[in-house]
């Protein structure tokens, strides 16, 4: 059973540069996360999509942040163009549709070091 | 609003004795709880969820929690602490006034297990 990919697993570039975070979640289920976690906010909820559609991006930190899901098997998270604040771990999450009490399962993450 | 909150972001413990992790929610309505358990370089994962059917919850290597109405707790425990029970653990409430499958998650207590 295929658990929530995401790639790269460690990602390091310098400052000004596109990074493009990559999240598979499990099949059949409609709803997708994105977190960024780090030492001093902990883990921050940056957007959250259902059956495709983006409904609440409230977390995304600024206009340099992007994230789409063109299918339901494949999203991504963009920083255009990234700084070194930006650096952090960055997980995707998906869970089943349905009832309110379904988990989330969490991907294994990208770090994400800007220099 | 929901809000989690989650006393002592360290516990140490000596292997063998009892660990006791502490939840607070603040929630309107009924809630739906979660732990999830986050091993260094993963993503994280569910250990136990309380869904109203018991308050009484048995979850994955042992650790159980109790849900507690008129303290508006979620403790988490385990009677004996095993060396492989280092970890940062996240206890979640579901985010019923925004969403129905997005959660609340509180700021994590980090967990040493001392041989």
């Known amino acids: 059973d295929a658990g929530v990919i995401q790639s790269p697993r460690h990602e390091v570039t310098e400052m000004g540069q596109e990074v493009t975070l990559r999240c598979k979640p499990i099949s059949g289920h409609n709803s997708l996360f994105w977190y960024r976690q780090t030492m001093m906010r902990g883990l921050e909820l940056l957007i959250y999509f259902n059956n495709n559609v983006p409904i609440d991006d409230s977390g995304m930190p600024e206009d340099r942040f992007s994230a789409k899901m063109p299918n339901a098997s494949f999203s991504t998270l963009k920083i255009q163009p990234s700084e070194p604040r930006d650096s952090a771990v960055y997980f995707c999450?998906?869970?089943?549709?349905?009832?309110?009490?379904?988990?989330?399962?969490f991907g294994d993450g990208t770090r994400l070091s800007i220099l | 609003a929901q809000s989690v909150t989650q006393l002592g972001s360290h516990v140490s413990v000596s292997e063998g004795a009892l660990v006791l992790l502490r939840c607070n929610y603040s929630s309107s309505v009924p809630p739906y709880l979660f732990w999830y358990v986050q091993y260094p370089n993963q993503g994280l994962q569910l250990l136990l969820k309380y869904t109203s059917a018991a308050t009484l919850v048995k979850g994955i290597n042992g650790f159980e929690a109790e849900f507690k109405k008129s303290e508006t707790s979620f403790h988490l425990t385990k009677p004996s602490a095993h060396m492989s029970d280092a970890a940062e653990y996240f206890c979640?409430?579901?985010?019923?006034?925004?969403?129905?499958?997005?959660?609340?998650f509180g700021p994590g207590t980090s967990l040493s297990v001392i041989p």
């Open positions: 979640a409430v579901s985010d019923l006034e925004t969403s129905y499958d997005k959660v609340i």
């Open positions: 999450a998906s869970s089943q549709p349905g009832r309110i009490n379904q988990p989330q399962h």
